[in-house]
């Protein structure tokens, strides 16, 4: 455990107080509340886990790679949660944590690392690289695009609304297609040329990073044991979900919205916010912008096709609310991100649309 700091070591033991306790609660009586309450804070423990161990071995790379790093393994809780979600038949959770997990990150966690990013800017403008909100904005359009025509044809009652499995197996492929022609030359131009930086973007100077703290093995053996211990917390997490749900008189669609898609994403959240903080737009940028369009071009896609082979299918047909508010995010993500620089009232913007959001869930 060298490298790591006092702090750090009593963190990593009161995350496996925690995760032990998610256990016993999940095979012993425990009411409700309690044991979904420390379900969630074990989940969101691990996640932390994984940013950590994530960012100390992307400081051998740049942004790009970082950030992928850290999103594909900071999902890592919401694929078991949905995938327990579906095989226990909770449709809804399933459909409402994959969709609330794009909405979080893409309003509510982009919104706070543009307040912070702007605030530490010495002009009140954060500045980042313009290519991945763009690219983003295309992977998430492009999926908004297959959910709604799903949609209009489901409304109409149109012949391709009773192929709703067939269109959803075509369109996930199609996705999947699409991110990996498109993850392939970003990480490969992980280091973007200096033309397409704006100035005061909060890298470091040369492009210099500092050496990592721990040794690759802690790192890996972190890594591993947050993956391993995440497959375990999810179906914990899920067993204590709809009981809890009951008890605490809230919808289905809220708890999947906003309670899962902030636990599972808590990587996102905590790694965004530190980095804004400390002054890497770039980086702080790419954890975030990676997490969305992972989930909205790969995760979703892929849980799709896999979910065939669970008790409850999972497909791009959602509720017209949903739909709307996925078109609409595709928007002013385009709006806010997409000249590469935000002030710190567009970052309230988006804080204010999922606020509003998650207040209709409520009554869903």
Known sequence: ????????????????????????????????????????????????????????????????????LQSTLGNLPELFVVIFALQKGELVVAQTAIIGSILANALLVLGLVIVLGARRAPDG???????????????LQVTVFIIVLLGLSLSS????????????????????????????????SDRLPRSDRLPDSGEPAGGRRPEPRLSLTLILALLIVAGTASAFVS?????????????????????GLVIVAIAGNAV??????????????????SVVKNSVAQIAAFLFPALVLISFALATTLTFALAPVYIGAL???????????????????????????????????LYE
Not at 125 to 139: K, N
Not at 157 to 185: E, F, N, T
Not at 268 to 273: I, V
Request: proline letters at 5%.
């Open 268 to 285: 996102e959240n905590t790694a965004g916010l530190v980095l804004a903080w400390k002054g890497h737009s770039d980086l702080a940028i």
């Open 327 to 361: 078109a609409l995010t595709a928007l002013i993500l385009w709006q806010v991100t997409g000249d590469g620089q935000a002030a710190e009232f567009e970052g309230w913007a988006l804080v204010a649309l999922y606020v509003i959001l998650a207040t209709l869930t």
């Open 235 to 255: 179906d914990w997490f899920v067993n204590g979900l709809q009981p809890a749900i009951v008890q605490l008189h809230i919808s289905q669609a809220f708890a």
């Open 1 to 68: 455990m060298s490298g790591l700091t006092p702090p750090e070591r009593s963190t990593l033991f009161l995350i496996a107080v925690l995760t032990t306790l998610a256990g016993v609660a999940n095979y012993q009586p425990w009411p409700a509340v309690p044991r979904f309450a420390v379900a969630t804070l074990a989940l969101a423990g691990l996640a932390w886990v994984v940013s950590f161990a994530t960012e100390q071995l992307g400081e051998r790379f740049g942004p790009g790679v970082t950030g992928m």
């Open 157 to 188: 009652h149109d012949p391709a609304s009773h192929h709703v499995k067939a269109i959803s197996i075509v369109g996930a492929i199609c996705l999947l297609v699409i991110y990996l022609a498109w993850v392939v030359p970003y990480l490969r």
């Open 125 to 139: 403008m954060m500045r980042f690289s313009r290519r991945l909100p763009r690219d983003t904005a295309t992977l």
